[in-house]
C-alpha cells in the first residue's frame, strides 16, 4: 500500500498570504488528522475529519481550517499567515481515528517571511 | 501540569544497552497509547502501540502500560546507533484527540 502523501512539500509564503495544503492518507483510511509541529511547543493537533466531517478540532484561531473529500483527501488552509505559523505540518491517517494507529505523511515544510 | 510528559533527554545509553524511556499523563479517561520515533528531519513513525496494562513485546521494543500510575514506558533492548532518534509519546483523550508529549531524545553511543 502507498503511504500517506502530502503535497507540497515545501512552500515559502509572506506574511499575510493564505496556503493551501493536501494530504491523501493511505487507501482504506477515513481519518485525517492535522498537526503542526515546531521546535518551542512540539506536535499540535489541529484537526481531524473523518468522513469527510471534523471530528476534533485543536486549540488554534479560526485561521486555520480544512475540510476532507469524499475520496478522504484532505486540505488544510490558513488564511492571513503569520510569522509564527512557519512550521512543519504533518497530516496523519488511520483506519477510525486517533485512538487507533495513525501513520503520517512526510509533512510539509512552510516558511512564512 | 501538561498532559503528557516526557523528559527531553538527551538519553544517552552504550550500543548493546537497555534504553528506557518514560511517559506520564493526566488524563485518567485514555484508552491508547503510542510511542513514535522521530529521525532528525523526518516525520514520526509508529514504533509500538499499547491499550491494555501490562507489556507488550516486539522484537527489541517492550511498551509498558500501568493506568492506575498514568505511566507508559518504552525499553529498547540491545539498543543500536541507529536507534538514535527522538521518541515521541502519544497519548489518546477522551476527547478523541491525539497528545503529544515534548519527546525524548536517545543517543546511542557506539
Known amino acids: 500500500k502507498a503511504g500517506v502523501t502530502q503535497t507540497p512539500r515545501y512552500l515559502i509564503k509572506t506574511r499575510g498570504q493564505q496556503v493551501t495544503l493536501s494530504c491523501s492518507p493511505i487507501?482504506?483510511?477515513?481519518?485525517v488528522s492535522w498537526y503542526q509541529q515546531t521546535p518551542g511547543q512540539g506536535l499540535q493537533f489541529l484537526f481531524e475529519?473523518?468522513?469527510?466531517?471534523?471530528?476534533n478540532k485543536g486549540n488554534f484561531p479560526g485561521r486555520f481550517s480544512g475540510r476532507q473529500f469524499s475520496n478522504s483527501r484532505s486540505e488544510m488552509n490558513v488564511s492571513t499567515l503569520e510569522l509564527g505559523d512557519s512550521a512543519l505540518y504533518l497530516c496523519?491517517?488511520?483506519?477510525?481515528?486517533?485512538?487507533?494507529?495513525?501513520?503520517f505523511g512526510p509533512g510539509t515544510r512552510l516558511t512564512v517571511l | 501540569q501538561k498532559e503528557v510528559e516526557q523528559n527531553s533527554g538527551p538519553l544517552s545509553v552504550p550500543e548493546g544497552a537497555i534504553a528506557s524511556l518514560n511517559c506520564t499523563y493526566s488524563?485518567?479517561?485514555?484508552?491508547?497509547f503510542f510511542w513514535y520515533r522521530q529521525y532528525s528531519g523526518k516525520s514520526p513513525e509508529l514504533i509500538m502501540f499499547?491499550?491494555?496494562?501490562g507489556d507488550k513485546e516486539d522484537g527489541r521494543f517492550t511498551a509498558q502500560l500501568n493506568k492506575a500510575s498514568q505511566y507508559v514506558s518504552l525499553l529498547i533492548r540491545d539498543s543500536q546507533p541507529s536507534d538514535s532518534a527522538t521518541y515521541l509519546c502519544?497519548?489518546?483523550?477522551?476527547?478523541?484527540?491525539?497528545?503529544f508529549g515534548q519527546g525524548t531524545t536517545l543517543q546511542v553511543k557506539p
Open positions: 496523519a491517517s488511520s483506519l477510525f481515528g486517533s485512538y487507533n494507529e495513525q501513520f
Open positions: 487507501s482504506g483510511h477515513r481519518s
Open positions: 475529519y473523518f468522513s469527510e466531517t471534523q471530528r
Open positions: 488524563d485518567r479517561g485514555s484508552q491508547s
Open positions: 499499547i491499550y491494555s496494562n
Open positions: 502519544a497519548v489518546s483523550s477522551n476527547t478523541g484527540k491525539l497528545i
